[in-house]
């Protein structure tokens, strides 16, 4: 998993990042680390995957990921009550 800042991808950085075995890209999980470390609290990033990192046709709609992701909301609620 490859966390960036960088919300449109640069052409041709993905199929770079694909040959190092990068599997997916996500924006938020260094922000929430770094926010937790500076405050001396516990963070946990659950990443579920909507999109293919290569195929760019591959990819989920939005009512799919409206109905689909409740099982990985519910799993991040669990840890949260635990």
């Given at each position: 998993?490859?966390?960036?800042?960088v919300?449109?991808?640069l052409?041709?950085?993905?199929?770079e990042?694909?040959?190092?075995?990068?599997?997916?890209?996500?924006?938020?999980?260094?922000?929430?680390?770094?926010?937790?470390?500076?405050?001396?609290?516990?963070a946990?990033?659950i990443?579920?995957?909507?999109?293919?990192?290569v195929?760019k046709?591959?990819i989920?709609?939005?009512?799919?990921r409206q109905l689909s992701?409740?099982?990985?909301?519910?799993v991040?609620?669990d840890?949260?009550e635990a």
């Open positions: 998993m490859f966390s960036s800042d919300f449109y991808n052409p041709g950085k993905d199929m990042w694909a040959k190092m075995g990068v599997l997916g890209v996500e924006m938020e999980a260094a922000a929430l680390y770094c926010n937790a470390a500076a405050a001396g609290k516990k946990l990033c990443c579920s995957v909507t999109d293919h990192f195929n046709d591959e989920m709609s939005v009512e799919d992701l409740t099982q990985m909301i519910e991040a609620l840890i949260a």
